[in-house]
T-cell receptor
Framework: NAGVTQTPKFRILKIGQSMTLQCAQD?????MYWYRQDPGMGLKLIYY???????DKGEVPNGYNVSRSTTEDFPLRLELAAPSQTSVYFC?????????????FGEGSRLTVL | GQNIDQPTEMTATEGAIVQINCTYQ??????LFWYQQHAGEAPTFLSY????GLEEKGRFSSFLSRSKGYSYLLLKELQMKDSASYLC??????????????FGKGTKLSVIP
């Protein structure tokens, strides 16, 4: 049982380049989330999805796009990378409310834009 | 929106007890979570409160008062490995049926010998 898997773990981009951060979960969770974490700033929600085919913006969506074609996968696309997008990105999933509905996190993707 | 406040840093001695406070303001409250995050790693789930009162789980306990918008995480018998950031997070049940978790900035706890 792999849980939430993110790739790549590290990436350096040049300004203006584009890339996709991959996220996959094998827990059959409906809810998936992308957060970014800057030093000392906590986790900020970029986009989330409540099920396949449904996505919505979080607190800081500008410069990003997502898709959810399957329950398992929730890729995050960065278009025209900017230095402000240098951050650690975490993908997370949950089964929703229920007993706790805790979030399960991937290991993170560390992105640097130069 | 939501506003979550917790102290930025705390220091405590090995073997002691430490309490990390969290205050929040939100509509549609649907639970409060505490996560532990070691440097360079992903957050891991510690505790969950949705009703008022204390939840105990080994050396860790978490308390919630919904009327006061207040929670704390209590760590007993501190160990060096407890040095980490502790994130308070509030879940909001929006009308769209989503369960969004909003995180505070985290409290960096340093345990010293």
């Amino acid at each position: 049982n792999a849980g939430v898997t993110q790739t790549p773990k590290f990436r350096i981009l040049k300004i203006g380049q584009s890339m996709t951060l991959q996220c996959a979960q094998d827990m059959n969770h409906n809810y998936m989330y992308w957060y970014r974490q800057d030093p000392g700033m906590g986790l900020k929600l970029i986009y989330y999805s409540v099920g396949a085919g449904i996505t919505d913006k979080g607190e800081v969506p500008n410069g990003y796009n997502v898709s959810r074609s399957t329950t398992e996968d929730f890729p995050l696309r960065l278009e025209l990378a900017a230095p402000s997008q240098t951050s650690v990105y975490f993908c997370a999933s949950t089964n929703g409310g229920g007993a706790t509905g805790e979030l399960f996190f991937g290991e993170g993707s560390r992105l640097t834009v130069l | 929106g939501q506003n979550i406040d917790q102290p930025t840093e705390m220091t405590a001695t090995e073997g002691a007890i430490v309490q990390i406070n969290c205050t929040y303001q939100t509509s549609g409250f649907n639970g409060l979570f505490w996560y532990q995050q070691h440097a360079g790693e992903a957050p891991t789930f510690l505790s969950y409160n949705v009703l008022d009162g204390l939840e105990e789980k080994g050396r860790f306990s978490s308390f919630l008062s919904r009327s006061k918008g207040y929670s704390y995480l209590l760590l007993k018998e501190l160990q060096m490995k407890d040095s980490a950031s502790y994130l308070c997070a509030v879940r909001d049940h929006s009308g769209a049926g989503s369960y969004q978790l909003t995180f505070g900035k985290g409290t960096k706890l340093s345990v010293i010998p």
